[in-house]
Every structure is written in C-alpha cells, then in structure tokens.
C-alpha cells in the first residue's frame, strides 16, 4: 500500500522591515545525480513542464505566484537569500519526491509556503494461522 508523508512549513518574507519583496530569491540546488523535472498546473492539474539539470535563481515579486504554485522534483534544498542582509533560510528536501512552493497573493508581502511529499510503501506481513 502506498502513503505520502507531507509537510507544510511557512515563512513571511520579507524578513525584516528594511526590506522589500524584490531583495529575495529562491534558490534550487538539484540532486547530484537527478534531472529536476518541473510542473505546472492548469485547471487544477499537475502536468510535466519540462527536465532541466539546472534551475535558475527566482527573485521574488508579488506577480511571482498570482497564476499558481512552483512544482519540483529531485531538488537537494531550497534557498532563500537576502541581497541586502545576511537574514535568509534554507530547507533541506533532500528526501521528498515533490516540492511545491506557493504564496497567497499579496503586493507587499508573501507567505512562502512549501509542501514536501515523500512517498513510502507500507508492506504488509500476512500471517497464517491455522
């Protein structure tokens, strides 16, 4: 039997009051050994975008999540960097499947959220008793 283990942590962004949206970015250090597949959804399904052995640096902006969520697989962490202090975050995802990162839309501040799924496989021992 299959099952998902998931987490939903949650981050306000900015960090601090000096800064802005547009002084963050997200950062997605792949798998050594994996191509990162990226989806997208439309009409509320997941479809395959594309592999790539390299995401770009995303900056955040308020437009960043207004269609949707950002869908990975096969990512080691994400990263998030301030350009103007040393305040920033990092989770490691190392063992989830799927990262899905998303935020409420807002133009001056966002709730970055992140779902992380693993996928185990429960055996199931049969004892005969008889």
């Not at 399904?45 to 594309?50: D, I, P, Q």
């Not at 994400?78 to 350009?83: D, G, K, P, T, Y």
Request: hydrophobic residues 40%.
């Amino acid at each position: 039997m299959y099952f998902s283990i998931g987490a939903h942590p949650a981050f306000r962004i900015p960090l601090l009051e000096n800064e802005g949206l547009g002084d963050y970015q997200l950062k997605f250090p792949p798998a050594p050994d994996k191509e990162v597949m990226e989806y997208g959804l439309e009409n509320a399904l997941v479809h395959e975008k594309g592999v790539s052995n390299l995401l770009p640096d995303v900056t955040l902006q308020p437009e960043l999540f207004a269609k949707d969520a950002m869908i990975y697989s096969h990512i080691d962490r994400i990263e998030l960097v301030s350009a103007k202090s040393d305040h920033g975050l990092e989770v490691e995802v190392t063992n989830f499947l799927f990262v899905g990162i998303w935020s409420k839309y807002n133009k001056e501040k966002i709730v970055l959220r992140m779902c992380m799924i693993r996928q185990e496989t429960l055996k199931r021992s049969l004892v005969s008793i008889g």
